[in-house]
């Protein structure tokens, strides 16, 4: 009996994310370290917030890219500390409302679709994140929206777009996800305003 080949691209976005935690982890150790024996600087500080800023990012990348076998739990407290660490310093306000634990799935394909509100986020705003009683919301407010119309009429016909480019790639997986979750996706977007129902 043949098994299943892989999704060698999730494997590969787990292991890429997996060998560049280690560094920047140690970056920001040896930046800490240094702010320890120096007073305070700009400089450092820029730093310290640079690396936590690219570390939330790596395990975001990685829970929404990387491999998810069968029925995975993941704790909540560690989705709202990568929606902590994107938000810290950054032009998009974050805030969320998690269960203790989520299906992981659930957690890639939340992630999957804050990145399509990042998209349209260009000049910042707020996000709001809700995973409770099995469903999932996020809504996006922003003075200015950027909303390319192939991408997010793709993402509401639940069908990969034409021809996405790399900074589009989460719009291509969130129609894979919601098959293999078995969701169903509402979304409206407005000048100001997106909101997304699962």
Known sequence: MNKPLPDLSALIGSRICHDLVSPLGAIGNGVELLGMNQPPSAELDLIHASVAHALARIRMFRLAFGAVRGEQRISGREVASILEGLGRGGRIRFEWSLPTDLPRQDAKLLLLLVQCCESAMAWGGALTIAHEDAQIRIAAQAPRL?????????????????????????????????????????????????????
């Open 146 to 198: 950027r909303i390319d119309d192939a991408l997010w009429t793709a993402l509401n016909a639940a069908r990969p777009p034409a021809d996405p480019g790399p900074a589009e790639v989460h719009f291509a997986l969130v129609p894979g996800m919601l098959a293999t979750t078995g969701r169903r996706l509402a979304l409206r977007t407005g000048p100001e305003t997106i909101e997304l129902s699962l």
